[in-house]
C-alpha cells in the first residue's frame, strides 16, 4: 500500500509540473515587441464619419518599424498611433491590407532603436492539442497574457493570393481588443495574428481564431505576386445554387487592387454589401468561373490553377472566363509581373 501511495504522489507531482508549467520568461521576454494600436480618426465611409476611436493590438516583426496586425483593426483608419510597452507613441500608416485574411501591415513613421521584432514561425507544423500564448489589450488592459491550446486548424473560402485563408482555433481567451494581438507558440515564435471569435453572449465563449502566419506571409510580403491583385470568396455549391451560376462553384470577386494585373485585365469587384447563408459579402462583381481554361470548381482546381498561372512568362496569354450581369465574358491580356 505504501508503494502504491508513493507512486500516486509522483506520478500526480509529475502531472503538476506539465500543466503548471512557468511562462512568466517567455511573457517578459515576448511583451516589449506587443504594441496597442490606437485608432484616433476614421476615414469618411458614405458620407458619414466613423465613430472615432478604436483600440487594438499588433506586434512587431522588423526592426525597420513594420508592425502586424488584424485589418479590421485599421481598416477606416485615417490617423493610426503605435502605443509600445514604455509608453511612448509614434504615428504610423497603413501600407497593405489584405481583407479576405483579416491582415493589415503598418510602417511606424518614426522608428525607435529600441523596438524588438518577435520571430516569425511557420503555423504549417502547429498541432492540435499544442500550447500557445496571446498577448494583447482585452477591453483596453494593455499587454495582457491568456494561455490555451490549438483546437483547430481550419481555412475558409475567403481567397487571398490564390489559396485559402488559414486559421487557427484556440481557447484561450480572446476579447475586444485582442484583434490584431501576436499569437505565440512556446518557442516565442509568432505563428498566428488574432482576428475574431465566435459568440452567442458578445463574450468569449472558448472559440477564438488567429489568422495563420504562413497566410501573412504569403499575403503581405508576396507582392509581386499577380494573386496580390484581387481577393474573393470561393463560393459553397450552395452559395453557387442561389447566384444562378453555371457550374458547381467559382470565385465571386471582391476586391481588385488598382495598378495591378487583375486591374489591368478587367476584373470587376463587388459594389453591392449582402448576405447570403450568413456570410456577409460584396455582390455585383465578376465571378470567376475558369482560368486558362481549367474551371473553378473546387479548391483543389483553385490550387491546379495557381500552378499553372506561376509558371507563366512575361508576354503569355492570360484567359479568365467570368459570369457578369448574367452574360459569360472571357478577359484576356499578356501576362506581365
Not at 19 to 31: G, R, Y
Not at 35 to 58: F, H, P, Q, R
Not at 225 to 236: A, C, D, H, R, V
Request: aromatic fraction near 6%; charged fraction near 20%.
Amino acid at each position: 500500500m505504501k508503494k502504491l501511495i508513493v507512486f500516486l504522489l509522483c506520478y500526480c507531482s509529475a502531472v503538476y509540473t506539465i500543466t503548471a508549467q512557468d511562462l512568466s520568461p517567455l511573457f517578459e521576454k515576448l511583451d516589449p515587441s506587443v504594441v496597442t494600436i490606437e485608432v484616433v480618426e476614421y476615414k469618411i465611409k458614405d458620407e458619414k464619419m466613423m465613430s472615432a476611436g478604436g483600440l487594438g493590438s499588433g506586434v512587431v516583426i522588423s526592426a525597420e518599424g513594420l508592425i502586424l496586425t488584424a485589418a479590421h483593426v485599421v481598416e477606416f483608419a485615417n490617423k493610426v498611433v503605435i502605443k509600445m510597452k514604455n509608453g511612448t507613441s509614434f504615428p504610423a500608416d497603413v501600407i497593405a491590407t489584405a481583407s479576405a485574411a483579416d491582415l493589415a501591415l503598418l510602417k511606424m513613421r518614426v522608428v525607435p532603436p529600441t523596438l524588438q521584432p518577435v520571430t516569425m514561425g511557420d503555423s504549417d507544423t502547429t498541432k492540435i492539442g499544442e500550447q500557445v500564448i496571446i498577448i494583447g489589450s482585452p477591453l483596453g488592459l494593455e499587454h495582457s497574457l491568456s494561455v490555451g491550446h490549438i483546437s483547430r486548424k481550419m481555412t475558409k473560402n475567403s481567397i487571398t493570393n490564390g489559396t485559402m485563408a488559414g486559421f487557427i482555433q484556440t481557447d484561450a481567451s480572446i476579447n475586444q481588443g485582442n484583434s490584431g494581438g501576436p499569437m505565440f507558440n512556446l518557442k516565442g515564435e509568432l505563428v498566428g495574428i488574432v482576428s475574431f471569435i465566435l459568440s452567442n453572449s458578445g463574450g468569449f465563449e472558448g472559440l477564438g481564431f488567429a489568422t495563420d502566419i504562413n497566410t501573412a506571409k504569403r499575403t503581405l510580403f508576396d507582392v509581386n505576386s499577380f494573386w496580390t491583385g484581387f481577393e474573393g470568396i470561393f463560393l459553397t455549391e450552395a452559395m453557387a445554387g442561389i447566384l444562378n451560376i453555371p457550374q458547381q462553384s467559382g470565385v465571386l470577386i471582391q476586391r481588385v487592387n488598382p495598378n495591378s494585373f487583375a486591374s489591368r485585365i478587367g476584373l470587376k469587384a463587388g459594389f453591392v454589401q449582402g448576405e447570403i447563408l450568413g456570410k456577409k459579402l460584396w455582390l455585383g462583381g465578376d465571378i470567376v468561373l475558369s482560368m486558362q481554361g481549367l474551371s473553378c470548381n473546387s479548391p483543389h482546381d483553385l490550387g491546379n490553377i495557381k500552378s499553372l498561372i506561376n509558371n507563366l512568362n512575361d508576354g503569355d496569354k492570360v484567359l479568365i472566363e467570368v459570369l457578369r450581369k448574367g452574360e459569360r465574358i472571357l478577359l484576356e491580356a499578356n501576362f506581365s509581373k
